[in-house]
Structures are given as C-alpha cells and as structure tokens.
Nanobody, 125 residues
Framework: QVQLVESGGGLEQAGGSLRLACAAS????????MGWFRQAPGKGRESVAA????????YYADSVKGRFTISRDNTKNTVYLQMNSLKPEDTAVYYC??????????????????WGQGTQVTVSS
C-alpha cells in the first residue's frame, strides 16, 4: 500500500514563501511521476506542478510559473514544492500524487494512482 504524507503547509503573508514536502512509502519506487495539485474553497482541484523521477519533463501550471519550483530527493522518495512570491489566490489545500508507471498526462489528476491527505496553505493579503 502506497502512502503519501504532505507537510509544510501553514499561514503566510502575500509575498512570502513556503516549502511543502511529500514523502512516499510502502513500496520501492522507480520510474514514477510525482505531482502537486491544489483545491481552493468552492473550486475544483487543479494541477500545480509535476516531475518525472529523473527530474526531467517538469510541468508547471501557468499560474505558478516563475514562482514555484518542484524538486525531489529520490533517496528519500520525497518531492518538494518551493513556493515563493505567494499570492492570496494560492490559498488552497495542496495535495501530492504519484503515478507509479505508464503513460501520464502530468497535469491530469485522473492519471495519478495515489494521493496524500492534503496540507492547507493560506496566504493573507
């Protein structure tokens, strides 16, 4: 059973930074994709960023390009999301997800196999 545990959320002022982490466990990971999604109150879940295990083919949503950076430590099966220049519209519950193998559209939530429980990010103006 794969488990994903997010951490690092919290309350931050606009213009500030937060770093989210997502640790995966439960199996040996290789050739997998990890992604970040978010869901704001009253809205659907949207993609934020994703990366292959090699660090190649990185995806960012237009709304976060230049502000957010996805990275990973494969020795720890952990993916990070560095969020800079935060805006109030970044307020959401942030989820990490993993696609273990096979074709994946990095931005498509339905292509992912397992999800974390989410961590709240609140950005005040």
């Amino acid at each position: 059973q794969v488990q994903l545990v997010e951490s690092g959320g919290g309350l931050e002022q606009a213009g500030g930074s937060l770093r989210l982490a997502c640790a995966a466990s439960g199996r040996t990971f290789s050739n997998y994709v990890m992604g970040w999604f978010r869901q704001a109150p009253g809205k659907g879940r949207e993609s934020v960023a994703a990366s292959y295990w090699t660090g190649s083919n990185i995806y960012y949503a237009d709304s976060v390009k230049g502000r957010f950076t996805i990275s990973r430590d494969n020795t720890k099966n952990t993916v990070y999301l560095q969020m800079n220049s935060l805006k109030p519209e970044d307020t959401a519950v942030y989820y990490c997800a993993v696609k273990l193998a096979g074709y994946v559209r990095l931005w498509e939530e339905h292509d992912y196999d397992y999800w974390g429980q989410g961590t709240q990010v609140t950005v005040s103006s």
